[in-house]
């Protein structure tokens, strides 16, 4: 039912505040808000609310506020942030909220209130919930409402609202089965016989289920037996499972239920079957004190005997057992083992295989189950976790200082350089001889100056032909050198013609070199002004930085002897727990060994008494 | 006199209860307020952390993310940025569970100049039919003054009953 209601719990809280698809949102709120479910998701409550609570402070939840603000909420509440989690919800619900998720607070507070034994808050808080007819929260919703008049020994309430359900959805055998223990413990027996009688024909293939009804079958059982009607306590016995977890409890009662009619050699089966097991279970130990019992009632007092004796072996073995246990938990070697999984799951209780470093466990299967063993564990784990976190922040600080120094002296050593570089203005330099150059290109384009974008060779040629005309004007005519000036006349005309034909394809690839070397020297100025920039912050970013890593670093100091002390009171509670329920078991064994030596000795009297 | 005992007894113990009640709820108040401090120290370290190694000009943030995912099951991611691998991660059950319920993974943060630069992701994992599948999908991005998030979506393309790798830059 918890690991139901868990369950229950994060889908209420996801049908408040859906997944973020990315489409919903234009800026990265689906990327941030979606980070911190996948922490969630994972049960990791500690990186998710730290990780949410960072991009609230960034602004980089904007577009889902509301949302982020329950999902924080819930997510202190799962970290067992109750306080804070209540201011939160009650901030939520001072601003005006849709009624879903008014619903969603309420339920919220109920569940928490219920966890924690305030039944009347809960059924206050719950009462204020409107779920919709028919849905799976109205159903959980109605079992909580009525759970919290049930263990204020208000049957007849919690009764008549379990009647009001029309549910068919998945928690309706919940809900029946919960009703029938109600109508039962209100008085109304044919009512809550007729209830759970239906219950007992129907078949359940959900274990969880099968484990309630085989409770409610041996809390009938039980309660008819002190009624004194063991025939009717009989009737819902045998409907427990003999292979379910509570069947040694029902074969123990159906033994007694058996002596009720006194039928005892009936009563044998049971008992003598439950003598056999090696289990640390109460009622194994009680069924070694009741099988000499029902001998002694059968008359066979021999038998009697031998089983007495048989049962005062057993409880001294069970006693050495038991002080073994007390001496395993003093040692303490078990909290180291008991938080080996803290890193993956954090304080969760994740089966009963986390509670296998316990010595003592198998004298402590009532205390296990139970809401405070549970919740000091998890305080316990969570403060181991949080000493361990403690040595990483250490860590990552020192590591943080460090990286400033570095970067501190990696300034030290290189601004001045780069100051001066940018004080020798090399950019505006730069600008200036694009401009002389850009100048020049424009009255090239002008005056359609083609030699102005010639290569050297052809402007060599060009020089070279114009220094052979000149030399060939100052020689008297001839025939031969007119034929050499028509040559030369005709090669000037092929250079020309092929600077011409060059010129506007010169002209559009220097125009875009130019303003290649513009766009480079803008780029260089805004890197100029940020490096200007970045060089008068560092200096002051350091500082910055500084002080957030000394802030850091005393507040993990301040944390240390109050994460110590509280450590020990947890250690000091959760054996106090442990040692508490090893003295009730040692007194049960006491018990058992007294009424067994004595009952040995009336038999032994009855033995002689009656011997010839 | 007996009466007088017993009110006594039972005051002893009421008044016993009441003060185990309040330590119980003083010790309850100490665990929540370190764990509280605790947060809040781990959120400062977390801002710390990103404005000291990935200033918000050159960071880059790479997020995985899978929609349905009925077509394709993710064993791990491979990054590559400008032919360099900055991220290879393989996903355990709980990872995986986390993205189909709609959790966003942050794969990568890191620094990156200004200008254009190739991203690569690699997924494999298990296509239809079971079988083996590895696919990639490549970008090039332009990174500017400021910090860049990109996402790497897995999503089902129920027409061709076939997984698509996109790259999304925002």
Redesign the interface.
């Known amino acids: 039912m918890a690991r139901f209601f868990h369950r229950l719990l994060a889908s209420t809280l ?1 049908a408040i505040t859906p ?1 973020i ?2 489409a919903d949102t234009s ?2 709120t ?2 941030q ?3 911190v ?6 049960d990791d409550y ?2 998710s ?3 949410l ?2 991009a609230q ?2 602004n980089q939840i904007n577009e889902k506020q509301k949302e982020a603000e329950l999902l924080r909420a819930g997510l202190q509440l799962s ?6 989690a209540d201011k939160q919800f009650r901030q939520i619900l001072d601003v005006d909220v849709d009624s879903d998720t008014q619903n969603t607070v309420w339920y919220y507070l109920g569940k928490y209130a219920y966890q924690h034994g305030e039944f009347g808050n809960a059924h206050r808080y719950l009462n204020k919930l409107t779920p919709v007819e028919g849905s799976i929260e109205n159903d959980s919703h109605l079992l909580l409402l009525a759970n919290t008049l049930m263990m204020r020994d208000k049957n007849n309430e919690a009764a008549n609202l379990l009647a009001t359900s029309k549910t068919s959805g998945p928690l309706n055998d919940y809900l029946k089965i919960n009703k029938g223990i109600a109508q039962l413990r209100a008085g109304h027996v044919k009512s809550g016989e007729k209830t759970l009688q239906s219950f007992n024909k129907k078949p359940i293939e959900d274990e969880e289920l099968k484990t309630l009804r085989d409770q409610a079958n041996l809390g009938l059982g039980f309660q008819f037996i002190r009624q004194e009607k063991p025939k009717l306590a009989l009737t819902y016995l045998e409907q427990v499972r003999l292979q379910g977890s509570l069947s040694q409890q029902a074969l123990l009662a159906t033994g007694w239920a058996l002596a009720g009619i006194e039928q005892y050699q009936k009563a044998l089966t049971p008992w003598l079957e439950l003598g056999q097991r090696d289990s640390f279970d109460t009622a194994v130990q009680e069924a070694n004190l009741a099988i000499p019992y029902a001998f002694e009632k059968l008359e066979k007092n021999t038998l009697a005997i031998q089983y007495y004796n048989r049962a005062i072996d057993y409880f001294l073995k069970e006693k050495n057992l038991l002080a073994e246990a007390v001496d395993e938990v003093t040692l303490g070697d078990w909290k180291t083992h008991i938080t080996v999984n803290n890193e993956k799951f954090g304080n969760w209780i994740t089966g009963y295989q986390d509670f296998d470093p316990l010595p003592a466990r198998n004298y402590l299967a009532d205390l296990l189950s139970g809401h405070e063993f549970q919740s000091s564990i998890g ?1 316990y784990r ?2 181991v976790f ?1 000493q361990n ?1 403690q040595e990483k ?1 250490r860590h ?2 020192t590591l ?1 200082k460090d ?2 120094e570095t970067r501190k002296k990696s300034y030290n050593e290189k601004a001045p350089a780069a100051q001066q570089r940018l004080e020798a203005e090399e950019i505006s330099h730069l600008k200036s001889q694009l401009d002389v150059v850009e100048q020049r290109y424009l009255k090239i384009k002008d005056e359609k100056d083609i030699f102005g974008l010639a290569s050297d060779q052809e402007r060599q040629q060009m020089k070279t032909i114009n220094a052979i005309e000149q030399r060939m004007n100052a020689l008297p005519d001839s025939e031969k050198l007119n034929k050499k000036r028509e040559k030369l006349h005709w090669l000037k005309g092929v250079l020309y013609w092929q600077v011409n034909e060059a010129f506007k394809q010169r002209l559009w690839s220097i125009r875009k070199s130019l303003n290649t070397v513009a766009a480079e020297i803008t780029t260089g100025k805004e890197q100029n002004s ?1 490096v200007i920039s970045a060089l008068s912050s560092s200096s002051a970013d350091f500082t910055i ?1 500084i002080k ?2 000394d802030s ?1 670093s005393s ?2 100091d301040k ?1 240390e002897p ?2 110590d002390s ?1 450590l020990l ?2 250690e000091k ?1 959760l054996e106090g727990l442990i040692f508490s329920q090893l003295k009730k078991r040692n007194a049960r064994l006491a018990s058992y060994l007294t009424q067994a030596r004595y009952a040995l000795a009336r038999n032994h009297d009855l033995l002689s008494s009656v011997a010839p | 006199m007996n009466a007088i005992l017993r009110l006594i007894v039972l005051a002893c113990s009421l008044s016993a209860l009441a003060t185990h009640a309040a330590e119980t709820e003083s ?23 990103e ?2 190694l990935f200033p918000s ?1 050159t960071q880059i ?1 790479v ?1 995985v ?1 899978v ?1 349905v995912g009925f077509y394709f099951s993710l064993d791990s991611v491979a990054l590559k940025i400008d032919g360099k691998e900055v991220s290879a991660y393989l996903y355990t059950d ?2 995986i ?3 189909h ?6 794969l990568h943060m890191g620094n990156m100049k200004t200008g254009d630069h190739e991203l690569v992701a690699v997924f494999t994992g298990k296509g239809p039919n079971n079988r083996q599948y590895k696919r990639g999908a490549t970008v090039t991005i332009n990174k500017a ?1 400021g910090p860049k ?1 990109i ?1 790497l ?1 897995i999503v089902d393309q129920t027409g061709k009953q076939q997984p698509d790798f996109s790259i ?1 830059e ?1």
Do not use: C, P
């Not at chain 2, 319920?101 to 942050?106: A, H, I, L, N, P």
């Open positions: 996801l997944h698809s990315n800026d990265i689906g990327l808000y979606g980070e479910l996948f922490h969630f998701f994972q500690y990186t609310l730290s990780h609570m960072a402070d960034r970290y067992g942030l109750s306080h804070e305080d969570d403060l949080l976190q922040w990552t600080i943080f990286m400033i940020r930085f957030q890593i850091i507040r993990i944390m109050a994460l509280t009171q947890a509670q | 010790f309850d108040t100490q665990v929540q307020s370190l764990k509280q401090q605790a947060i809040a120290l781990n959120r400062d370290l977390f801002k710390l952390e404005d000291l000009n943030s997020f993310s929609d709980r990872e569970n986390a993205l319920q709609g959790g966003v993974q942050r003054v998030y996402e979506k999304k925002w």
